[in-house]
């Protein structure tokens, strides 16, 4: 049973490209989160996505968005990028009306030179 | 504003001691607490959940206590063997509320053999 896969690993981007982030949810699982880690500092919700919409959002600017597919899988998108994003993205699935886990996947080292 | 804090930001231990990891948490509405390892280069990983309408839960060689007075949480590993080194964070969560994971920022356990 595979568990929630992001791609890619690892990226280079230069400050004012805009870059997309991709994730797979845990089978069964139909919601998913995103986290932006900073070195050395837990993670911080980005926002959350069910059926398709935007359900939660945290502190973070209109230059980060995304969008869920009907397949429950999801896109981080991060416009204009500055070299302040440089961090590990990390994408959480879990399934609405279950027992409240979340299911990381291993996360996107975005690095903004 | 809402958070989650760790008292010590790093923990040493001899391998085979026990380790007590704390956590304090400031938002009262919150009422589903998660611990997780975190390795280098991996995502967070599940190690062990509570409800508020429980103070403690055991798991395999893991325990969480809850202090919903003082608001208080903690994570204690029996027997710490190498592999238990990584950096443990505490989160918080509303289940019926925003459905957002709120994390600290990590203590990194270090098992010495």
């Known amino acids: 049973d595979a568990g929630v896969t992001q791609s890619p690993t690892h990226l280079i981007k230069t400050r004012g490209q805009q870059v997309t982030l991709r994730c797979s949810p845990k089978s069964g699982h139909d919601t998913v989160s995103w986290y932006q880690q900073a070195l050395g500092q837990g993670p911080q919700f980005i926002f959350q996505?069910?059926?398709?919409?935007?359900?939660q959002r945290g502190n973070f600017p209109d230059r980060f968005s995304g969008h869920q597919f009907p397949n429950y899988s999801s896109e981080l998108n991060v416009n204009a990028l500055l070299l302040g994003d440089s961090a590990l993205y990390l994408c959480?699935?879990?399934?609405?009306?279950?027992?409240?886990?979340?299911?990381f996947g291993s996360g996107t080292r975005l690095t903004v030179v | 504003g809402e958070s989650v804090g760790l008292h010590l930001p790093t923990l040493s231990v001899q391998e085979g001691d026990n380790s007590i990891i704390n956590c304090a948490y400031s938002?009262?509405?919150?009422?589903?607490f998660i611990w997780y390892k975190q390795e280098s280069g991996k995502g967070p990983q599940f190690i062990i959940d509570i409800r508020s309408n429980m103070d403690k839960r055991q798991g395999q060689r893991v325990t969480v206590l809850l202090n919903k007075t003082v608001k208080h949480l903690s994570l204690q590993i029996a027997a710490t063997q190498p592999g238990d080194s990584a950096v443990y964070f505490c989160?918080?969560?509303?289940?019926?509320?925003?459905?957002?994971?709120?994390f600290g920022q990590g203590t990194r356990l270090t098992i010495n053999p």
């Open positions: 989160a918080e969560n509303e289940i019926q509320g925003a459905q957002k994971l709120v």
């Open positions: 938002n009262s509405a919150s009422d589903y």
């Open positions: 959480a699935s879990t399934r609405q009306g279950g027992n409240y886990g979340y299911t």
């Open positions: 996505y069910y059926e398709e919409e935007e359900r």
